[in-house]
């Protein structure tokens, strides 16, 4: 497993790009937790993913993009859609859209998909170099500790080819506040931004 320090390490972003490209898994810092990423349209790289993490093939994986023009070219936004992203996006919000055209077995056979793009320019210079997709699932077994150091994570997990070590990320150790936007607006994990939040912005 290459471990490279963020900021220390020159071309540490570029080398974690070299490695999604080749299927790879990379362990990566946004402002929530560290997480686990791969190349999103890349089925054997998803299904790694699943076995690092010991995640039933049942529960989806969300994926992570670098703006709201890439959110577009794998997900459906409509009207609220759209206002909450220009809101809160960047950060700690994960949009579940109609998904375009990504693998069955990331979205586990739904027609949805889970979108955030970080508020980490880190996070977000990597899936720039990449120009793709990677997935944004926190770097720990299923139902386990998520992760604030690369401790921590390599604690839990093995398998991963790449860690860009971003130092301890926020303590409080709060995810994404996720909202399903297919139909009526729906909370599905509250999270950094709160419900009420959300709530009075939608009207």
Do not use: C, W
């Amino acid at each position: 497993m290459e471990r490279l320090r963020l900021g220390t390490d020159e071309g540490a972003v570029a080398r974690g790009a070299e490695v999604l490209r080749s299927g790879g898994l990379v362990v990566y810092p946004t402002e929530t937790l560290y997480a686990l990423g791969a190349n999103a349209l890349d089925a054997e790289a998803v299904a790694r993913v699943y076995k690092i993490k010991k995640r039933p093939l049942g529960k989806p994986l969300s994926i992570a993009v670098s703006s709201l023009e890439m959110l577009h070219r794998y997900a459906y936004l409509d009207e609220k859609a759209q206002r909450l992203a220009g809101r809160f996006l960047p950060g700690p919000l994960t949009l579940v859209l109609r998904k375009k055209d990504l693998p069955e077995i990331l979205t586990s056979g739904l027609p949805k998909v889970g979108v955030r793009i970080p508020a980490d320019h880190r996070a977000l210079e990597l899936i720039e170099r990449f120009g793709k997709p990677v997935t944004a699932t926190s770097a720990n077994i299923t139902e386990e500790i998520p992760p604030i150091t690369v401790e921590e994570v390599l604690e839990q997990l093995t398998g991963v080819d790449l860690i860009l070590d971003g130092g301890p990320l926020d303590p409080s150790r709060v995810p994404s506040t996720i909202v399903d936007m297919v139909g009526e607006p729906k909370v599905l994990r509250e999270g950094r931004i709160k419900r009420e939040e959300l709530e009075a912005f939608l009207g």
